[in-house]
């Protein structure tokens, strides 16, 4: 049997557009730096010359649909709640059943802290499965202790060929699947490295494939690149539900977790978080500590009612109790000086 015969083809990150040579600016949306090297194998070809296409038999399919109206949408029964506060409300109330979150971020900032820590909280009812292709079961079970997280119900492989991956995730049905990262995954019959357009795009879209056909919620890491944007086809970002960005200054404790994309919920929500020795604690709960340990006393604090209203709750100095809890907010101000030098 002849082997595929390879080429190489140049694809823009932004919207898929692929060329035989380098361009510096995408015909298709016009994006500027942003066509990459990408190897892939052409398809076979007929007798005639012409690519081989499967044949269709006519009336022949597999699928069977349901009526619309037996599709459940209770609250218990088409969401997980993850006892995570600040990420259940960034993800509008809970991980909807089926769905594909895609969480990207700066090395080091903590997106596998968070995600085996939402493993442990979610496997005290549910089965997890967590997959890495970064590092070895050791390692995830060093970090699994240093954080105190629940084991019993988390099962763990270490394994980057997606096929693999997909035909254990069929086989142990779990309640959720974390994939840490898609860039090291790589689909086999695929004819490029890890990390590359192609198999990134081949690898989200058989991943999401196995989570809306088993109705699996799955998490994916991705990797960030020097502007920001989490690294791959931007297509990888369309066929997602939900896009988070796990930000910070590495050099401060505080992490702040924002949907740049949500299905099931809104985008104006943040998290916040307190990296610390055990793990990311909900900043909320870390604020109100400081205040207790400190005996910071208020100046008022208001509530802003459904109405629209703001109603005083505390007044000047009383102490803050644990029934309302401030939102911590970060002012940045330029203040330039006057003909005098003065601020």
Known sequence: MPKDKLKTIY????????????????????AWNTMTEDVVAEPAKSS??????????????????????????????????????ELDRVLGGGIVLGSVILIGGEPGIGKSTILLQLCGEVSRTRSVLYVTGEESVRQIKLRA??????????????????DEICGLIEQMKPDLVVIDSIQTMRCTD?????????????????????AKTNEIPTFIVGHVNKDGAIAGPKVMEHIVDTVLYFEGDKTLPYRVLRAVKNRYGSTNEIGMFDMTGQGLEEFKQALLEIIRKEQ???????????????????????LLSEEYVPEGIEVKAYVPQDIYGRL
Request: glycine share 8%; hydrophobic share 35%; with cysteine.
């Open 11 to 30: 694809v823009c990150n932004q919207c898929g557009e692929t060329s035989p040579r380098w361009l510096g600016r995408c015909p298709s949306c016009g």
């Open 190 to 210: 695929v004819a490029s490295s890890s990390g590359t357009v192609s198999q990134v795009k081949e690898s989200s879209a058989r991943f999401l494939n196995v």
């Open 145 to 162: 202790v240093r954080l105190d997280v629940p084991q019993d119900n988390i099962s763990i492989v270490a394994e980057s060929d997606v």
């Open 48 to 85: 005639s010359g012409r690519a081989a296409a499967p044949v269709r038999v006519t009336g022949q399919t597999s699928l069977k649909p349901l009526k619309l109206k037996n599709v459940s949408t209770t609250e218990e029964k088409s969401r997980i709640v993850t006892g995570i506060a």
């Open 296 to 318: 910071i006393y208020i100046e008022r604090l208001y509530d802003f009612s459904e109405a629209g209203k703001i109603q005083l709750i505390r007044s000047k100095g009383q």
